[in-house]
């Protein structure tokens, strides 16, 4: 089992920065996957970045160029550095992980076993 847990989500105007972390226990982290997803109110999960473990990397087309995923895993945290945020990123935040995940699996939210419970971020104009 992998216990995850969001944080670092608020409020934010249009054109800030905001960093969220993932804090994994359990498990050795390091072996794992970790994606980040999003959802708005009525409107389905989004996938937003991804990191595995050999620190391959891949980006949703909304937040490339903006967005940046990195894990320390001697802290077991995975980063996601929100830059130039926009109120179309306001959304519920969930960090996700698994062990076993090919690259062109990242972005799919149901390959993923391990959830947070998310943290809300806020984009204000």
């Known amino acids: 089992q992998v216990q995850l847990l969001e944080s670092g989500g608020g409020l934010v105007q249009v054109g800030g920065s905001l960093r969220l972390s993932c804090t994994a226990s359990?498990?050795?982290?390091?072996?794992?996957?970790v994606g980040w997803f999003r959802q708005a109110p009525g409107q389905e999960r989004e996938f937003v970045a991804a990191?595995?473990?050999?620190?391959?990397?891949r980006y949703g087309d909304s937040v490339k160029g903006r967005f940046i995923v990195s894990r320390d895993n001697a802290k077991n945290t995975v980063y996601l550095q929100m830059n130039s945020l926009r109120a179309e990123d306001t959304a519920v935040y969930y960090c996700?992980?698994?062990?076993?995940?090919?690259?062109?699996?990242?972005?799919?939210?149901?390959?993923?076993?391990?959830w947070g419970r998310g943290t809300q971020v806020t984009v204000s104009s």
């Open positions: 996700a992980a698994d062990q076993h995940l090919i690259l062109s699996s990242l972005g799919t939210a149901s390959q993923y076993d391990y």
């Open positions: 359990g498990r050795t982290f390091s072996n794992y996957a």
């Open positions: 990191i595995r473990r050999d620190r391959n990397t």
